[in-house]
């Protein structure tokens, strides 16, 4: 990756940066980080902030560290810790040798809460976990302090170590911050620090059964590691208040929070919580699933590390929620494979078609450009014979208005190849399906041109039936029909607006002999049909399967086109789904 690359836009985060850095605020020093709970896969969400904060750190020479925040042991963590860093490592960034868990810092933590305590700011509860909740009072109503806020700091610490040394049962005690129950701010009414949980983590096993709470550990983790601005999603901008209390309490290095807005992309949901629920109760096949929003469901789906930098580039980072229209991710992608991925013919529906006055045993090979894009991507042959397959939507025995593509009688061209008139169909007697076409071709027209200057409409893709390769294609759709499913009233509703369509899988298609033992993972345009990429998990030498990634059809250059002739509209626009990145647009130009 160039390193002009991974220079984010500016932002208001570079404003500020660049501002502290004049200031020589941390002597100069840029340090961020991006913390992900391993307790589920990345999706572009993470992306956003992944790119983010390791391009701040690459424009300002600074560092970015990897933190695994692992304060919350659950089962599945290794798995989540190694398809995390994949995934990074394939967006494109590197953390070098900057790879931390919290749970290293346990002991420090602990250390902390200690001193906490020793200053009077955090005592030892026996309320249970719904009474705590009941104390706590509600935006309108204060708290009520709990009974125990005045035990000693002597008696504290005692039974603080004691909690540690594994006395009590899980839940039957916690420790809490003493900061204010009649505060405002919830974050701030004696939130719970550590509580009693007896299950092995994937790093320190059973050495702890008391295990700190993410704001705690959250802070205290930025400042150990000297994050000079820790970036995180506007939901926390009320816990920031609590963070500065940790820190000014116990006198140590404070990073600087800057709370930017989450990306949220239509007709789909980036939420783990979520995700998670359509994984486990079988709406996709797995994480990986291409129709889900996360990195390994990208990537299987065809989507390139590139594509996906250039789309967090282009929504660039605002303070305001929003929602980015999926049309520009697909764009983004599609801007990619125009320029890299090379051009083949293959039929979804394949129709039948016999050349009735091209000989019999007669093949020729035909010169193919590889990508018309970029010239040194060179040429390829493609067998040309008597029996073909043209895609079956290319057909129309009663040609409405405006169908410009086969019917009887009309003469087309076939794609690096000759003019063809259809002359006969064949139909099933039962159905009145027509099944076979027949055609004549014109060997004046080799390549596709007409010495006589006769110009026909359409252009058609096609194969030869005898040389093409049986394969499945795997055409995706939305995963739900409304571009905001976590509007539903009730959020737990979001999978009634399920796409019962979101898949359709193509079982007979064909495709061109050259994609024989095509590599898992390659890219493709099918002329006329989109981009796609060959499954990695279910493709093999014997049975090729593609996915389609986007189809060529891209709505978000309308967009952009329309918004751009309106010019300064942009700003008013009732189009909340794409306010943000037209607005970036509209800076852009
Ligand atoms: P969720 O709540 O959806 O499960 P999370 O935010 O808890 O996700 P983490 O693993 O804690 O997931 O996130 C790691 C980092 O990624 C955090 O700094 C978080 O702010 C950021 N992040 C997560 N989702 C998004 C998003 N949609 N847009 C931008 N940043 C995000
Ligand atoms: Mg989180």
Known sequence: MTKADSIPSHNFICNIIAEDLKANKNEGRVATRFPPEPNGYLHIGHAKSICLNFGIAAEYGGVCNLRFDDTNPSKEEVEYVESIKSDVRWLGFDWGDRLFYTSDYFEQLYQYAVQLIKKGKAYVCDLSAQEIREYRGTLTEPGKESPYRTRSVKENLDLFERMRAGEFEDGSRVLRAKIDMASPNLNMRDPTLYRIRRVAHHRTGTRWCIYPLYDFSHSLSDSIEGITHSLCSLEFEGNRPLYDWFLDELNVYHPQQIEFARLNISYTVLSKRKLVQLVEQ???TGWDDPRMP???????????????????????????????DMALLEHCVRQDLNQRAPRVMGVLRPLRVVIDNYPEDRVEELEAINNPEDPSMGTRNVPFSRVLYIEREDFREDPPKKFFRLAPGREVRLRYAYFIRCVGMVKDEQTGEVVELHCTYDPETRGGDSPDGRKVKVTLHWVSAPHSLEAEVRLYDHLFVKANPSDEKDSADFKTCLNPNSLETLTCCRVEPGLAGATPGSRYQFERLGYFCVDTKDSSDGA??????VTLRDTWAKIEKAQKQKGVAVHGSPLSVVRNVLIYLADEH
Not at 301 to 315: A, L, M, N, Q, V
Not at 544 to 549: G, S, Y
Request: glycine content about 12%.
């Open 282 to 284: 079988g709406h996709v």
């Open 294 to 324: 996360t990195l390994g469901g990208l990537r299987r789906r065809g989507y390139t590390p590139e594509s996906i930098r250039d789309f967090c580039e282009r929504i660039g980072v605002a303070k305001r929620d929003s929602m980015v």
């Open 544 to 549: 090729l399967v593609f996915n389609r990634t």
